[in-house]
């Protein structure tokens, strides 16, 4: 079964591809959390960094830790942004729940005080004159992320097949062809997703006037030919 990290995973590499694509500058770091004194911060491209194959290992080695205590982390995101020279600076937060956290409120169940301190630290952000954006890949997230961002823009993505349709554009049609009784196997999922991201990026460049993708899958008997 896919994991919530590989969804994760998949956000980040769409929007690699779209901000290497205009050449803009951005860092990606990751967060976890275990109370307000024990806050992790993780660096894995730098906003000077170049993307590189020690970047791709670093993203293929994402991995759930601890908790998601948003605030903290968005703070000093935005203060790495603020030392940043540039006109447009954005937030870009990808997560794969609500903020919860040891000491997050009177115990993990309660949101309320999660949920105001993450708006807070966004607010602060806008204030510097950064623009915050939330996408998150968990399909309830429409019941906190509309108080937590309130009048700040979020989305909801937990489809890789939606993902696909909103990269190649309006102008291509998304077909899938799916066989039933598929067999299992041995493969990361990650991987496999990243790599049908990748081909539906190259085909979309190659269909500059539109046209359809097609992605189908079925079972094959491969014989001593194909090795």
């Not at 605030?71 to 203060?79: D, E, M, Q, S, V």
């Not at 949101?111 to 890949?137: M, N, S, W």
């Not at 961002?149 to 062809?177: F, H, K, P, Q």
Request: glycine fraction near 8%; charge should be negative; include cysteine.
């Amino acid at each position: 079964p896919k994991r919530i990290i590989d969804l994760e995973k998949e956000s980040t590499v769409l929007l690699i591809k779209a901000l290497e694509t205009i050449g803009d500058t951005y860092g990606i770091f990751g967060f976890s959390g275990y109370g307000r004194d024990n806050v992790e911060f993780f660096v894995i491209k730098d906003l000077d960094e170049p993307f590189s194959d020690a970047v791709k290992q670093r993203i293929d080695k994402i991995a759930p830790i601890r908790s998601t205590r948003m605030g903290p982390a968005i703070r000093h995101a935005a203060a790495k942004l603020e030392a940043h020279d540039a006109k447009v600076k954005i937030l870009f937060l990808v997560s794969d729940g609500r903020p919860q956290d040891h000491g997050y409120g009177r115990d993990r169940t309660e949101k309320e005080y999660a949920i105001h301190d993450t708006r807070q630290a966004l607010v602060e952000a806008r204030r510097k004159g950064i623009t915050p954006f939330c996408l998150t890949v968990d399909k309830e997230g429409h019941d906190y992320l509309g108080q937590m961002c309130d009048d700040m823009g979020y989305e909801v993505l937990a489809d890789i097949e939606e993902m696909i349709g909103r990269l190649i554009g309006e102008d291509i049609e998304l077909r899938t062809l799916f066989e039933e009784g598929l067999w299992n196997v041995m493969a990361d999922p990650g991987q496999i997703e990243q790599v049908i991201l990748n081909l539906a990026v190259n085909s979309r460049d190659a269909m500059s006037h539109g046209g359809t993708l097609t992605i189908e899958t079925k079972n094959v008997d491969l014989d001593a030919t194909y090795a």
